[in-house]
């Protein structure tokens, strides 16, 4: 993939809303010589009466290429950082992503760290924003055990992180079978004691999964819970109470997920 010497047309390009969607569609502007005006997921865009875009179905094989061309011209941490940055679900990130790849097949050296660049700068800032929401998750999921000896969790991150999230528990809790709910998202991950799987649910289940009942809990999680609640207590001395520093490190959004909180 080369960038052309001489100004390129413009068009949208429409994509699946995956990742590799993105990148295919990345691949579709260098072989079509058209550069992107922008780029949008097909399932939220309204076609405009002088806009005729540009649809692209994913194909895996042109995405790992230009995965493949960034990790080439920068390394494997630029990659991952886009991949990151891409979940982020923020408004442009798909320009941004695309505007990085174009400068990096372009450049003769290393791009990744020149944080002069408006665009490389602002991605190094979203894929810190994405560390920090990981971390939270790390910290503030809580499994309840239930009737059949699963452990459930729910959570609502502001970023859709869900991705970056199996590695680790599959770490921490490898004896166990367990569920990690996006309700905002409405999937989720499933971890089986041998690998984790992505998982979606109707609409009924969806609803009964965003807070279990006490029916579907194991009659001993109720217990647990009160008990992790009390010691919660005891060690909250009243006194040294700092709501501020506390809702820093534990901001409010948090809190209904947390069996402290509930």
Same mark, same amino acid.
């Given at each position: 993939? *080369? ?12 994509? /699946? ?9 990345? $691949? ?10 922008? $780029?949008?997921?097909? /399932? ?72 002069? /660049? ?82 979606? $649910?109707?609409?009924?289940?969806? *609803? ?55």
């Amino acid at each position: 993939m *080369r960038e052309s010497l001489y100004p390129l047309p413009l068009s949208r390009y429409l994509y /699946d809303g995956t990742y590799e969607g993105l990148l295919s569609a990345i $691949f579709e502007s260098y072989r079509l010589k058209v550069q992107a005006a922008g $780029f949008q997921a097909e /399932d939220t865009f309204s076609e405009g009466l002088f806009e005729s875009p540009i649809q692209v179905a994913t194909n895996l094989e042109h995405a790992e290429r230009v995965r493949q061309g960034v990790i080439r011209k920068t390394s494997l941490q630029a990659a991952q950082m886009l991949y990151r940055c891409f979940l982020s679900e923020q408004t442009g990130i798909e320009l941004l992503i695309y505007n990085f790849v174009k400068m990096a097949m372009a450049s003769t050296e290393n791009i990744e760290d020149n944080y002069g /660049d408006a665009t490389i700068l602002k991605l190094h800032q979203i894929n810190k924003q994405i560390g920090r929401e990981v971390h939270r998750m790390h910290a503030f999921v809580r499994f309840q055990r239930t009737a059949d000896n699963l452990y459930y969790a729910v959570i609502e991150p502001d970023f859709n992180v869900l991705p970056l999230l199996g590695e680790h528990f599959e770490k921490r809790y490898p004896a166990q079978s367990w569920i990690i709910y996006d309700s905002r998202r409405h999937y989720g991950i499933f971890y089986n004691q041998e690998k984790v799987e992505y998982v979606t $649910f109707d609409v009924d289940n969806h *609803r009964k999964l965003q807070q279990l009942s006490k029916d579907i809990l194991q009659t001993e999680e109720e217990d647990y819970q009160t008990l992790w609640k009390d010691y919660y207590t005891s060690v909250n001395i009243p006194e040294r109470r700092n709501l501020k520093v506390h809702l820093q490190h534990v901001p409010k959004r948090y809190w209904k997920y947390l069996t402290e909180k509930f």
